[in-house]
């Protein structure tokens, strides 16, 4: 195919990480969860309108959905969706994010110094970055994440719609544009309305390095155990006092260390713990539970719920309590009946000189609600490396590349 020309992704991208919009587990009873996450929104509906995109709408959860006409010839083409996510992660500092371009010419990747000290990663930690010496990549000042999870994704699909209002003849059939908020506290496409949205497929761009092309994800669930304890005076403590943060100790030493996400990769599912809080008399932990494998999924967490039966009959008495919320299922129970979606994208790849490798994803993408909602969604790579940290990175080349595969993806549809 003939190249295409080069597209305004890079400044989009970096105008848009400027925008805070990490979303709040701590606020997740609200969609969306940080009313920053509205500023974004905002801003992308007006540059959909200006673009000619028609229905442009920004709902009360900061759903932003859109459509685009289709290419002559192709009106009667089902209606192809794609999605990205406004919201990044409250696992590193999100606010105020500073990116610049940095030509790196190989060993330490240096984001920035911050406080006198260089913020950096090496080829030993990201063996990737052998691969991208000699080019420009884009980084924070590393005193926060850069936020290419996933406005990366997001300045790729605008980019392609500025494509398209520039040239309409390019071949696509109608196409939904929609950016949702908090994915990563597992909302995301919650509260998408999937019959106005009007789309037969959909895929999300919102994967790793350049070339990722994703139909697996985890099976997820969250967790939250209570501890209650007894306090009373150390000194009158002995066969009295029940320390609810010994009882959380016990209680972890139970779950096996080889199933914690730093031993385990690939297929290998994982029981992790986000964070503890304490004292003698209450203790919480909050777990994330993941795997692709359903029945492995269920016996990890059979075997949170027998620890805590274990600590109770040891007490005698109900001190720990287990709290399971589902988040999401993993999506290649309903991906794999459409193979064509997966054809198309690898098609979509190696036609503009990708390689393209599938692989499981160790997350989630609102590609997996959406899928079981009823709109098979499999998800794309966006070229981010490094992401929910402040090492992140993104190489020009990948932002650039990702905006001709989704042309080329378009273009099949019709």
């Known amino acids: 195919m003939d190249q295409p020309n080069q597209s305004d992704v890079l400044e989009r991208f970096l105008r848009y990480v400027r925008v805070t919009t990490q979303s709040s587990e701590e606020h997740c009873d609200v969609v969306p969860s940080t009313a920053c996450q509205f500023d974004l929104a905002n801003l992308l509906a007006d540059e959909l309108r200006g673009l000619g995109a028609l229905d442009v709408e920004v709902s009360e959860h900061a759903y932003v959905t859109a459509h685009i006409p289709a290419s002559p010839g192709a009106e009667n083409a089902p209606r192809l969706g794609l999605i990205a996510h406004l919201d990044t992660t409250e696992a590193a500092p999100g606010d105020g994010v500073n990116p610049h371009v940095v030509h ?51 300045a ?40 106005a949205f009007g789309c037969a497929f959909a895929y999300t761009v919102d994967g790793g390095p350049i070339g990722e092309l994703e139909y697996e994800c985890f099976n997820a669930a969250d967790v939250t155990v209570s501890f209650e304890g007894f306090s009373i005076h150390p000194g009158d403590a002995k066969n009295r006092m029940v320390n609810a943060s010994n009882l959380f100790v016990e209680f972890h030493t139970m779950l096996p260390a080889v199933e914690r996400p730093e031993h385990t990769e690939g297929y290998e599912g994982f029981i992790h713990l986000c964070g503890i ?138």
């Open 277 to 414: 809080s304490g004292t003698v008399t209450h203790a919480t932990a909050r777990y994330i539970v993941r795997d692709h494998d359903a029945e492995r999924f269920q016996q990890k967490l059979d075997m949170m719920e027998r620890a805590a039966g274990f600590v109770n009959d040891r007490l005698g008495e109900e001190r720990v309590s287990v709290e399971i919320k589902p988040q999401y299922r993993n999506m290649a129970e309903v991906v794999a009946g459409y193979p064509e979606l997966i054809d198309r994208a690898r098609n979509a790849f190696e036609t503009t000189g990708v390689p393209c490798r599938i692989i499981p994803i160790r997350g989630g993408t609102d590609g997996a609600q959406l899928s079981f909602r009823g709109l098979p969604c499999p998800n794309l790579a966006t070229g981010a490396y490094c992401c929910h940290g402040v090492n992140e990175f993104i190489p020009v080349s990948s932002l650039e590349k990702m905006v001709d595969v989704l042309q080329a993806l378009v273009a099949q549809f019709i």
């Open 104 to 154: 790196y010419e190989g060993g330490d990747l240096v984001c920035g110094v911050v406080d006198g000290k260089e913020v950096s990663i090496n080829p030993s930690k990201i063996p990737a970055l052998d691969e991208v010496a000699g080019e420009n990549l884009v980084c924070s000042d590393g005193t926060t994440l850069l936020g290419a999870d996933d406005k990366a994704g997001v």
């Open 156 to 195: 790729e699909i605008m980019a392609l719609v500025a494509r398209i209002s520039q040239d309409p003849l390019l071949p696509h059939p109608p196409l939904g544009i929609c950016f949702c908020p908090d994915e990563e506290i597992g909302h995301g496409a919650e509260l998408l309305d999937i019959p």
